[in-house]
Every structure is written in C-alpha cells, then in structure tokens.
C-alpha cells in the first residue's frame, strides 16, 4: 500500500544540507554529499546536471566535479538521455550495499600500500613501522568482514521485504 502525502520541500532541502554538512564533517566532498542526497530525495529516478545545479544552487563545474566523484565511489551511475546531449544522473541500486563494496577495493589498496612502505620506514618494529602495520592490520581485519556483512544485510533486506509483502 503507497500512501501519498504532502512533500515539505523546505524540510527535504535541510536533510539535504544537514547531512551534506555530517558527511564533509567526516572528510567527504560537500558538494558531492549534496548531490548523492539531492539524488536520494528525489521523486524523479535521476536528475539532469542542470536539474542538481538549479536544486542546489550551485554552478554546473560543482555539479560535474561532485558526479564525477560520485562515480567513481559507484554512488552514482550516469546515463544518456535519449534524443538529448544531456545525461541523467541517478543513484546505483542499493547505493549504500555498492558504496561498501567498493570500499573493500580501497581497503586492498591501503592495505597493499602499507606493505610496500614497511620495508621503506625500518619494518614493523619501528615506531613508524609499528603505526603503519597497525593501520594495515585494521583495514586487514575490516576488509575481511565487510563480505560477511554485505551478505547479513542483503539477508536482513529480503526478510524486511517479505515482511512488507
């Protein structure tokens, strides 16, 4: 059952922001954080880069810097508009689910990186050592639960979804 209500816009636009300011708090791109909610709050399945531009207020160099990065993170999947030069940006399915996964690739490459500089900074026994083999042996332990987790939440997902039906 859908139910239809009134959309407040003014409360959507301070989620947009509110959120865009939590994740640049934590060193994402604001402007990119503006785009992925303006996406999610969308009715429209995907917005224009002039229809992002116009909802934020922002210049069209913002909003092709921040799709850019939103796409290489799989946050954001860009297509053509038929019969247009024009391309629609909208979210990857199962943003968030895609957005980790590709994280883990991320993850090998600190993990991989970190390997190769031990050598460079004395080996692990070093004080510098010591803090880059504990950075490693983090993203290490992360990396190698984030399979088990992806698969918990596709499983919490499809339960929550037969629930609904």
């Given at each position: 059952?859908?139910?239809?209500t009134?959309?407040?816009?003014?409360?959507?636009?301070?989620?947009?922001?509110?959120l865009?300011?939590?994740?640049?708090?934590?060193?994402?791109?604001?402007?990119?954080?503006?785009?992925?909610?303006?996406?999610?709050?969308?009715?429209?399945?995907?917005?224009?880069?002039?229809?992002?531009?116009?909802?934020?207020?922002?210049?069209?160099?913002?909003?092709?810097?921040?799709?850019?990065?939103?796409?290489?993170?799989?946050?954001?999947?860009?297509?053509?508009?038929?019969?247009?030069?024009?391309?629609?940006?909208?979210?990857?399915?199962?943003?968030?689910?895609?957005?980790?996964?590709?994280?883990?690739?991320?993850?090998?490459?600190?993990?991989?990186?970190?390997?190769?500089?031990?050598g460079?900074?004395?080996?692990?026994?070093?004080?510098?050592?010591?803090?880059?083999a504990?950075?490693?042996?983090?993203?290490?332990?992360?990396?190698?639960?984030?399979?088990?987790?992806?698969?918990?939440?596709?499983?919490?997902?499809?339960?929550?979804?037969?629930?609904?039906?």
């Amino acid at each position: 059952m859908v139910t239809v209500t009134t959309r407040d816009e003014e409360a959507v636009r301070g989620f947009v922001e509110r959120l865009a300011l939590l994740f640049a708090d934590w060193g994402f791109p604001r402007m990119a954080a503006r785009v992925l909610f303006a996406l999610m709050t969308a009715e429209a399945p995907g917005l224009t880069a002039n229809e992002l531009a116009e909802r934020l207020d922002a210049s069209a160099a913002a909003i092709s810097g921040a799709v850019r990065y939103l796409g290489q993170l799989g946050f954001v999947v860009r297509e053509p508009v038929p019969g247009s030069r024009r391309d629609l940006y909208r979210l990857r399915d199962h943003t968030w689910y895609a957005g980790t996964a590709t994280a883990v690739q991320f993850y090998d490459l600190v993990i991989s990186a970190a390997d190769e500089v031990l050598g460079a900074v004395g080996g692990p026994d070093t004080t510098v050592g010591e803090r880059v083999a504990e950075m490693r042996d983090f993203f290490a332990f992360v990396r190698s639960r984030v399979p088990a987790l992806l698969d918990e939440w596709q499983a919490a997902r499809q339960a929550r979804a037969r629930a609904r039906d």
